[in-house]
């Protein structure tokens, strides 16, 4: 059976979110004849949660028999199958909200004139539990009333005309009523994985098992687990579906898997999936325990999943959670530098407490916990106590959990360096270029950034020059230029200002010498910024000077204290470019 491609699958749900729109329509108006058909009768009287089995009849097909369990939905006819729930959710939403309006026809024609017997018509049945079953037919579109079908219900004797969208629900493609979901869990509910096949490249099971906050490897041999790759591997796996059906399930057990992955749950329960042979030109067969039949997914998939022991051990230096360190110390030769966090983000932990760049950071934390390194030999006989150190972190929790790093100074097996952590039992070895990330001083923590908001507040940007007032206005995506007189802005160029101002850095800050020489204090600005949100809100002020002398841009801000050289293109330019209100589209 060929796959059926994803994106060619009807968005169900939306057909039936359109279909109730046209049934409200249809109330409100009776249709296009007048006031007489103005009454409308549902074609089911049966409430939608008694409904218990469902069946469609076409000519085209063998009939399409249903039954709802306590998991939800089963196909039961032509062939078993789980039932999809986003399909069976809309056909019971139109079954439950189809309403006819009432019509004669001659019945001295035969049926099939009127598409309700023969090759066009559609004929649902539903029953519930206690045995009541009540039906319909659909037929074909009714002449000169574009939009309706002839439809009748047997037990009333009645005929009607119906919307004709009602038909699309009851007559999709066969693999649309079922489910295409192969595991039905979520990843908080897992607490080991077992892995075992040939694609694992190990003879034994790779077994990783939760213990919060971390995964941990417990075969073939304990170590500890990679978060992330443990994540991209569930995650790979949960999201599995079914892009064929090829309802053997025999084919597909023929030989061993190449790879079996079982989860057991928190409950105590397990579910697998089994991956075999490719068969087609793109397909390869699944199972699972809880599905009696194989699937068909698109193959090589598994390939980009990380399935062996190498993969799914951490590499790291240090292991722990980014979120709960508090402190951090960097020892080297040249001194120590110090960062805190606080309420308000990271500081340099010296006697100013000036503001560190959040991204400078993470990038810290990020080289430390996403670094892979090698465990050196044992025939090595390196020892911490024994070996020059010329770098140590140190991380400290918010409960006074430290973790530490530190590296030596000679290298080793070539070009190497040798590490020691509080997260690794042996010496490990890292390259020059691990270092090189600690090579800086506490100017890189230093946030720089001389105003502190989010582009996304952003509701207007006032331009106050010495003789002209520019004031922009956010309006949706767009921007209004409403002083000196209203007029459409150009858009691209007031987000591009938005997005300087918010990411504007200075280069170095004024000693108190060097402002009291320029004498800027005393010297009305050039031009001043004020930025606001939606709401009017101050979001933060700069005043900016241009020395065309020296060619210098100074600026300081209501966010800190003193003066700032700053290195900004669009600040330069604006003295001349909002005279020639280059914001106006």
């Given at each position: 059976?060929?796959?059926?491609?994803?994106?060619?699958?009807?968005?169900?749900?939306?057909?039936?979110?359109?279909?109730?729109?046209?049934?409200?329509?249809?109330?409100?108006?009776?249709?296009?004849?007048?006031?007489?058909?103005?009454?409308?009768?549902?074609?089911?009287?049966?409430?939608?949660?008694?409904?218990?089995?469902?069946?469609?009849?076409?000519?085209?097909?063998?009939?399409?028999?249903?039954?709802?369990?306590?998991?939800?939905?089963?196909?039961?006819?032509?062939?078993?199958?789980?039932?999809?729930?986003?399909?069976?959710?809309?056909?019971?939403?139109?079954?439950?909200?189809?309403?006819?309006?009432?019509?004669?026809?001659?019945?001295?024609?035969?049926?099939?004139?009127f598409?309700?017997?023969?090759?066009?018509?559609?004929?649902?049945?539903?029953?519930s539990?206690?045995?009541?079953?009540?039906s319909?037919?659909?037929?074909r579109?009714?002449?000169?009333?574009?939009?309706?079908?002839?439809?009748?219900?047997?037990?009333?004797?009645?005929?009607?005309?119906?919307?004709?969208?009602?038909?699309?629900?009851?007559?999709?493609?066969?693999?649309?009523?079922?489910?295409r979901t192969?595991?039905?869990?979520?990843?908080?509910?897992?607490?080991?994985?077992?892995?075992?096949?040939?694609?694992?490249?190990?003879?034994?099971?790779?077994?990783?098992?939760?213990?919060?906050?971390?995964?941990?490897?417990?075969?073939?041999?304990?170590?500890?687990?990679?978060?992330?790759?443990?994540?991209?591997?569930?995650?790979?796996?949960?999201?599995?579906?079914a892009?064929?059906?090829?309802?053997?399930?025999?084919?597909?057990?023929?030989?061993?898997?190449?790879?079996?992955?079982?989860?057991?749950i928190?409950?105590?329960?397990?579910?697998?999936?089994?991956?075999?042979?490719?068969?087609?030109?793109?397909?390869?067969?699944?199972?699972?325990?809880?599905?009696?039949?194989?699937?068909?997914?698109?193959?090589?998939?598994?390939?980009?999943?990380?399935?062996?022991?190498?993969?799914?051990?951490?590499?790291?230096a240090?292991?722990?959670?980014?979120?709960?360190?508090?402190?951090?110390?960097?020892?080297?030769?040249?001194?120590?530098?110090?960062?805190?966090?606080?309420?308000?983000?990271?500081?340099?932990?010296?006697?100013?407490?000036?503001?560190?760049?959040?991204?400078a950071?993470?990038?810290?934390?990020?080289?430390?916990?996403?670094?892979d390194?090698?465990?050196?030999p044992?025939?090595?006989?390196?020892?911490?106590?024994?070996?020059?150190?010329?770098?140590?972190?140190?991380?400290?929790?918010?409960?006074?959990?430290?973790?530490?790093?530190?590296?030596?100074?000679?290298?080793?097996?070539?070009?190497?360096?040798?590490g020691?952590?509080?997260?690794?039992?042996?010496?490990?070895?890292?390259?020059?270029?691990?270092?090189?990330?600690?090579?800086?001083?506490?100017?890189?923590?230093?946030?720089?950034?001389?105003l502190?908001?989010?582009?996304?507040?952003?509701?207007?940007?006032?331009?106050?020059?010495?003789?002209?007032?520019?004031?922009?206005?956010?309006?949706?995506?767009?921007?209004?230029?409403t002083?000196?007189?209203?007029?459409?802005?150009?858009?691209?160029?007031?987000?591009?200002?938005?997005?300087?101002l918010?990411?504007?850095?200075?280069?170095?800050?004024?000693?108190?010498?060097?402002?009291?020489?320029?004498?800027l204090?005393?010297?009305?600005?050039?031009?001043?910024?004020?930025?606001?949100?939606?709401?009017?809100?101050?979001?933060?002020?700069?005043?900016?000077?241009?020395d065309?002398?020296r060619?210098?841009?100074?600026?300081?801000?209501?966010?800190?204290?003193?003066?700032?050289?700053?290195?900004?293109?669009?600040?330069?330019r604006?003295?001349?470019?909002?005279?020639?209100?280059?914001?106006?589209?």
């Amino acid at each position: 059976m060929a796959g059926i491609p994803m994106e060619k699958i009807k968005p169900v749900l939306v057909l039936s979110a359109i279909f109730a729109l046209l049934l409200i329509l249809l109330l409100v108006t009776g249709g296009a004849d007048g006031e007489e058909e103005r009454r409308v009768d549902p074609l089911v009287t049966m409430e939608a949660d008694s409904i218990s089995t469902l069946s469609i009849e076409t000519a085209d097909r063998p009939a399409l028999k249903f039954s709802r369990t306590e998991d939800g939905w089963v196909m039961e006819e032509p062939l078993y199958s789980l039932a999809s729930a986003e399909t069976m959710q809309s056909v019971i939403e139109t079954v439950d909200k189809l309403v006819g309006v009432p019509m004669e026809i001659d019945t001295s024609l035969p049926l099939e004139e009127f598409g309700l017997e023969g090759s066009d018509v559609i004929s649902v049945t539903v029953a519930s539990r206690d045995g009541q079953t009540e039906s319909f037919s659909l037929g074909r579109q009714i002449p000169l009333d574009v939009g309706y079908v002839y439809t009748y219900v047997p037990s009333s004797g009645n005929y009607y005309k119906a919307y004709r969208d009602a038909r699309e629900v009851f007559t999709l493609p066969l693999e649309e009523y079922r489910d295409r979901t192969v595991l039905d869990l979520s990843i908080s509910s897992i607490e080991k994985i077992r892995l075992s096949g040939a694609l694992t490249g190990n003879t034994s099971p790779v077994i990783v098992e939760k213990q919060p906050p971390w995964w941990e490897l417990s075969s073939p041999k304990a170590a500890p687990g990679n978060n992330g790759e443990v994540r991209k591997l569930l995650e790979g796996i949960l999201s599995l579906r079914a892009s064929d059906f090829p309802d053997s399930r025999e084919a597909a057990l023929q030989a061993e898997p190449q790879l079996r992955v079982e989860f057991t749950i928190s409950d105590g329960s397990t579910e697998a999936v089994s991956f075999f042979d490719s068969y087609g030109e793109d397909l390869q067969y699944i199972t699972t325990d809880r599905i009696p039949y194989a699937l068909g997914i698109p193959r090589g998939i598994v390939n980009n999943l990380p399935i062996s022991y190498d993969q799914l051990r951490s590499r790291a230096a240090l292991r722990f959670d980014p979120d709960a360190i508090q402190e951090i110390i960097i020892s080297t030769e040249s001194g120590d530098i110090g960062l805190k966090k606080e309420q308000s983000g990271w500081y340099l932990s010296n006697e100013q407490d000036i503001p560190a760049d959040d991204a400078a950071v993470r990038q810290l934390i990020n080289l430390l916990t996403l670094t892979d390194v090698e465990e050196l030999p044992a025939d090595l006989d390196l020892q911490k106590n024994n070996t020059a150190i010329q770098l140590q972190v140190t991380l400290t929790e918010d409960d006074g959990t430290q973790h530490w790093v530190e590296l030596g100074k000679e290298a080793v097996k070539g070009e190497v360096l040798p590490g020691f952590s509080s997260f690794r039992d042996r010496p490990f070895a890292v390259s020059a270029d691990f270092l090189e990330g600690f090579q800086i001083d506490a100017d890189y923590f230093e946030d720089r950034h001389l105003l502190s908001f989010e582009s996304r507040i952003v509701g207007s940007v006032e331009i106050l020059g010495k003789n002209e007032t520019i004031i922009l206005e956010k309006s949706g995506s767009d921007w209004l230029l409403t002083e000196p007189e209203r007029s459409a802005a150009d858009s691209p160029k007031s987000w591009g200002l938005v997005f300087a101002l918010e990411k504007l850095v200075y280069t170095r800050k004024l000693s108190a010498d060097e402002s009291a020489t320029r004498g800027l204090s005393s010297v009305k600005p050039d031009y001043r910024i004020k930025v606001r949100d939606s709401e009017g809100k101050n979001q933060g002020s700069l005043d900016v000077w241009i020395d065309e002398g020296r060619g210098m841009v100074y600026a300081s801000s209501d966010a800190r204290d003193g003066l700032f050289v700053i290195d900004s293109e669009i600040l330069e330019r604006i003295p001349e470019d909002y005279t020639e209100l280059i914001y106006r589209r």
